[in-house]
């Protein structure tokens, strides 16, 4: 055999070898999911939803009422002093919050600012879950003395006072400036929802392991980091996570206390029973005359039978986990300043600050070094 047929056949040797080795490789790179697991990954999928219009929202969706809306909410001439907009506390580059660990213009003690991304799937907004609507979520901050510090009849007059904002209003509306000033101030909220419904978070890592991992992509899937595929696995698994942050969007869109404290200077943080109370008795619940679906809107159904309890009292919204990377400090005081602190707070967690009644699903992680350390790398692969 000559020296060029043998080096020939030794080619083809590799290749039949890395044929055989590839495959091999990618698989130990990927770890052993049982049904189960793979399961519960391809269950926090997939990503991004499909968008669906809010019935309580005549606009939701509509184009010129999102162009409306985005133009409202960096706009400075919304509030009444002209110098802050939704924008200086909503930063987009930030994820739209502030990254301070309580808001802007609030007292000491209150409550960290959410991001809006992907706010247009909560069934309750805010930490205490005091609004049923994102358009509602939308009107509050205008109104409060600590935020826009507007007033009804103020904020009227200033869309008055805009030709460019009654030519936008138009649009969006399909309609002139109603005559009545609340009217006028809830299509502002509106707009400014209809905008904000198009926050939504971009695919991350995770999302391209759990789709390779659904169709059966054993090489792509094993592109995903080893620290946190065996980080989601304990947040699966003997972490629980999942319970509470479930689904596409890592929440369960519920109230719960988690052993963060909730007294603030003068007294206490009722969270949900306070929010309750708010919603139950706002003009502009999903129950009031501002709903465009009225008695059709399937979501008044839940504020309808929507039940204050004793229990309530402390609890927070379970937030999502998207885009965590870009959202500290965390909790609802903003009292975790990383996601390492996070991951501590739930591995120390204090069983007797908790609630007693109702089911015990939180208990101490007790996790080992190298344990935190996945699950921390798993929670910051939620993030792009």
Same mark, same amino acid.
């Given at each position: 055999?000559?020296?060029?047929?043998?080096?020939?056949?030794?080619?083809?040797?590799?290749?039949?070898?890395?044929?055989?080795?590839?495959?091999?490789?990618?698989?130990?790179?990927?770890?052993?999911?049982?049904?189960?697991?793979?399961?519960?990954?391809?269950?926090?999928?997939?990503?991004?939803?499909?968008?669906?219009?809010?019935?309580?929202?005549?606009?939701?969706?509509?184009?010129?009422?999102?162009?409306?809306?985005?133009?409202?909410?960096?706009?400075?001439?919304?509030?009444?002093?002209?110098?802050?907009?939704?924008?200086?506390?909503?930063?987009?580059?930030?994820?739209?919050?502030?990254?301070?660990?309580?808001? $802007?213009?609030?007292?000491?003690?209150?409550?960290?600012?959410?991001?809006?991304?992907?706010?247009?799937?909560?069934?309750?907004?805010?930490?205490?879950?005091?609004?049923?609507?994102?358009?509602?979520?939308?009107?509050?901050?205008?109104?409060?003395?600590?935020?826009?510090?507007?007033?009804?009849?103020?904020?009227?007059?200033?869309?008055?006072?805009?030709?460019?904002?009654?030519?936008?209003?138009?649009?969006?509306?399909? $309609?002139?400036?109603?005559?009545?000033?609340?009217?006028?101030?809830?299509?502002?909220?509106?707009?400014?929802?209809?905008?904000?419904?198009?926050?939504?978070?971009?695919?991350?890592?995770?999302?391209?392991?759990?789709?390779?991992?659904?169709?059966?992509?054993?090489?792509?899937?094993?592109?995903?980091?080893?620290?946190?595929?065996?980080?989601?696995?304990?947040?699966?698994?003997?972490?629980?996570?999942?319970?509470?942050?479930?689904?596409?969007?890592?929440?369960?869109?519920?109230?719960?206390?988690?052993?963060?404290?909730?007294?603030?200077?003068?007294?206490?943080?009722?969270?949900?029973?306070?929010?309750?109370?708010?919603?139950?008795?706002?003009?502009?619940?999903?129950?009031?005359?501002?709903?465009?679906?009225?008695?059709?809107?399937?979501?008044?159904?839940?504020?309808?039978?929507?039940?204050?309890?004793?229990?309530?009292?402390?609890?927070?919204?379970?937030?999502?986990?998207?885009?965590?990377?870009?959202?500290?400090?965390?909790?609802?005081?903003?009292?975790?300043?990383?996601?390492?602190?996070?991951?501590?707070?739930?591995?120390?967690?204090?069983?007797?600050?908790?609630?007693?009644?109702?089911?015990?699903?939180?208990?101490?992680?007790?996790?080992?070094?190298?344990?935190?350390?996945?699950?921390?790398?798993?929670?910051?692969?939620?993030?792009?």
């Amino acid at each position: 055999m000559s020296r060029t047929a043998s080096r020939w056949h030794r080619s083809r040797w590799c290749v039949a070898v890395a044929a055989l080795v590839l495959p091999a490789a990618w698989a130990q790179s990927l770890l052993d999911f049982s049904a189960t697991e793979r399961a519960q990954i391809a269950a926090h999928g997939p990503w991004p939803p499909t968008r669906q219009a809010d019935p309580a929202n005549r606009v939701s969706g509509h184009g010129p009422a999102i162009d409306f809306g985005r133009a409202l909410f960096f706009d400075p001439r919304l509030s009444a002093d002209g110098q802050h907009s939704c924008a200086s506390c909503h930063l987009p580059a930030q994820a739209f919050q502030d990254g301070l660990p309580t808001a $802007q213009g609030r007292s000491p003690g209150q409550r960290n600012t959410p991001s809006l991304l992907d706010a247009v799937q909560r069934r309750w907004l805010g930490w205490d879950g005091a609004h049923d609507s994102l358009w509602a979520a939308s009107l509050a901050p205008l109104l409060n003395d600590s935020e826009m510090a507007q007033r009804i009849d103020r904020l009227a007059a200033a869309v008055r006072a805009r030709p460019e904002w009654r030519a936008a209003h138009q649009a969006a509306f399909s $309609q002139p400036l109603p005559r009545d000033d609340e009217m006028l101030a809830i299509n502002i909220a509106k707009a400014l929802a209809a905008y904000q419904a198009t926050l939504v978070s971009p695919r991350s890592p995770f999302d391209d392991f759990r789709d390779a991992l659904v169709r059966g992509d054993a090489q792509a899937a094993g592109k995903y980091p080893l620290a946190a595929q065996r980080g989601l696995r304990l947040f699966i698994g003997h972490g629980r996570c999942s319970v509470c942050h479930a689904g596409p969007a890592f929440t369960n869109e519920e109230f719960a206390d988690i052993g963060v404290p909730f007294f603030v200077p003068g007294g206490v943080d009722p969270g949900r029973h306070g929010g309750i109370r708010k919603l139950k008795d706002s003009h502009n619940n999903r129950l009031g005359p501002h709903n465009d679906a009225g008695a059709a809107d399937p979501g008044a159904v839940l504020t309808r039978h929507l039940v204050l309890e004793h229990r309530n009292f402390g609890e927070f919204r379970v937030p999502g986990l998207r885009q965590l990377v870009h959202t500290a400090p965390y909790m609802h005081n903003g009292s975790l300043t990383t996601i390492e602190d996070v991951v501590r707070h739930y591995d120390q967690l204090d069983e007797d600050r908790l609630h007693a009644d109702g089911a015990s699903i939180l208990r101490p992680l007790a996790l080992s070094a190298g344990d935190a350390a996945d699950l921390a790398a798993f929670l910051r692969s939620l993030s792009r």
